[in-house]
């Protein structure tokens, strides 16, 4: 088994490709999970899809074959040539992939380095394949260990902490464009996670919310859990808002754009647009006063955000590339532990198959059965001791698996370690 993952993101494509890409709903992603998990060669999935990236984290039996495989399925889907889906693609196996999933799980590969978003959007990706039973062991080891490497980077850096994400970025921007936000309104169209966020950042920077979703009652919900007030209005009253209101945010799951030219008038006053949703909900538009930034527009205050949080990046990188080792480390010693395990299970199976005997030929007594086997046990587990902590200690070994692999020969040892590490 090997790992593999396969990566589209902010670094190798643009937006446009990225919205082909995307999957919108939960449907799209589960036919898309079918299909490959439908070649012997994928035996494991999980299919990342943000705003910013799609990752596809597999577990494969043949690397290079699988990946074709996987892209070719990726072309049909979004309609993208495979040649150039497949140059584009970032392409990473076994430490690689552990490596780019920890720093996925991390935010040390997002466009916001250390937004605090991407670990819980890629814990429900994981929750989606485990309970569609697209994972098995391997995938969830790898998922479970990248979480406990965000843990240990939000605990030993200050990258989680603060504004850091799209959202954040997208308000920022608009605060840095028009300076005073004090009774300033913006409109924020979309119910969802993003749209959460935006509002929440809004409210900090002092604006007046406004908004509206085709889900009036979800959108409502969503208003009250704020101690701000958060005016919501009807989707119906959208044309209206979009030629009054100088500041809108959208960031809805709409798979094509849901503000077009004909909702669009000339006005007297600015009006600062923001599209932080893959695919985009804004349409080519042409207005006088109308300025439309979408996610790969944000990449000025991406680039400061780098610079302030290079020296924390440095420090989180060596915590992904510690870790990494350790859980290739911690997987060996999953295969050691059941070798050592049967070494003893196989004495104790002869230890009751001798002393049986013996007693059986009168060679001991009945009432000397116990104080026998254990003095038997006593001996085999002093015997024992040393290649067993020698077997332990061979797990960061390159060599491991030909040393593991002679043992079990030599012992006549088969081992289930699938079942035992369960």
């Given at each position: 088994?090997?790992?593999?993952?396969?990566?589209?993101?902010?670094?190798?494509?643009?937006?446009?490709?990225?919205?082909?890409?995307?999957?919108?709903?939960?449907?799209?992603?589960?036919?898309?999970?079918?299909?490959?998990?439908?070649?012997?060669?994928?035996?494991?999935?999980?299919?990342?899809?943000?705003?910013?990236?799609?990752?596809?984290?597999?577990?494969?039996?043949?690397?290079?074959?699988?990946?074709?495989?996987?892209?070719?399925?990726?072309?049909?889907?979004?309609?993208?040539?495979?040649?150039?889906?497949?140059?584009?693609?970032?392409?990473?196996?076994?430490?690689?992939?552990?490596?780019?999933?920890?720093?996925?799980?991390?935010?040390?590969?997002?466009?916001?380095?250390?937004?605090?978003?991407?670990?819980?959007?890629?814990?429900?990706?994981?929750?989606?394949?485990?309970?569609?039973?697209?994972?098995?062991?391997?995938?969830?080891?790898?998922?479970?260990?990248?979480?406990k490497c965000a843990a240990a980077v939000r605990n030993a850096t200050s990258l989680g902490t603060g504004s850091v994400s799209v959202a954040s970025t997208a308000v920022a921007?608009?605060?840095?464009?028009?300076?005073?936000?004090?009774?300033?309104?913006?409109?924020?169209?979309?119910?969802?996670?993003?749209?959460?966020?935006?509002?929440?950042?809004?409210?900090?920077?002092?604006?007046?919310?406004?908004?509206?979703?085709?889900?009036?009652?979800?959108?409502?919900?969503?208003?009250?859990?704020?101690?701000?007030?958060?005016?919501?209005?009807?989707?119906?009253n959208l044309k209206r808002l979009l030629n009054e209101v100088p500041l809108m945010f959208t960031a809805t799951s709409a798979p094509y754009p849901i503000i077009t030219q004909d909702l669009v008038e000339d006005c007297s006053f600015n009006r600062y647009w923001f599209d932080i949703a893959v695919p985009r909900d804004i349409d080519e538009i042409d207005s006088s006063g109308l300025d439309i930034y979408s996610v790969d527009d944000l990449q000025d205050i991406v680039d400061a955000n780098m610079s302030l949080r290079a020296k924390q990046a440095k420090t989180a990188y060596s915590i992904v590339n510690k870790m990494s080792l350790e859980f290739f480390e911690w997987l060996k010693s999953l295969e050691i532990e059941p070798v050592i395990k049967h070494l003893y299970l196989k004495a104790d199976d002869i230890i009751e198959k001798k002393v049986q005997h013996a007693i059986k030929k009168g060679f001991i007594d009945k009432n000397n059965e116990e104080n026998i086997k254990k003095l038997c046990e006593t001996v085999i587990s002093e015997y024992l001791?040393?290649?067993?902590?020698?077997?332990?200690?061979?797990?960061?070994?390159?060599?491991?698996?030909?040393?593991?692999?002679?043992?079990?020969?030599?012992?006549?040892?088969?081992?289930?370690t699938n079942s035992l590490n369960k």
């Open positions: 088994m090997s790992y593999l993952v396969i990566s589209f993101s902010h670094k190798n494509t643009d937006i446009q490709t990225r919205e082909k890409l995307a999957f919108a709903n939960e449907e799209n992603k589960d036919r898309f999970l079918k299909q490959i998990l439908s070649n012997d060669l994928v035996k494991e999935s999980i299919l990342l899809s943000t705003c910013n990236r799609v990752e596809i984290i597999t577990s494969v039996t043949k690397t290079n074959e699988a990946s074709k495989v996987i892209v070719k399925k990726l072309s049909a889907y979004s309609d993208i040539d495979f040649d150039d889906l497949y140059d584009r693609a970032d392409i990473y196996e076994n430490d690689g992939a552990i490596h780019h999933l920890f720093s996925v799980a991390s935010a040390l590969d997002s466009l916001v380095i250390g937004e605090t978003q991407i670990v819980g959007q890629l814990k429900d990706a994981f929750r989606f394949s485990i309970a569609k039973k697209y994972c098995g062991q391997n995938l969830p080891r790898a998922l479970h260990y990248s979480f921007k608009a605060k840095d464009i028009i300076g005073n936000t004090c009774s300033v309104k913006a409109l924020v169209i979309g119910a969802g996670e993003m749209s959460e966020l935006t509002i929440k950042h809004l409210l900090s920077a002092g604006l007046d919310v406004v908004l509206t979703s085709r889900d009036i009652k979800k959108a409502q919900i969503l208003a009250n859990t704020y101690d701000q007030f958060v005016e919501v209005t009807q989707y119906s001791h040393q290649p067993a902590t020698k077997l332990k200690s061979i797990s960061k070994d390159l060599n491991s698996d030909t040393i593991v692999g002679t043992v079990q020969s030599v012992f006549g040892i088969d081992t289930d």
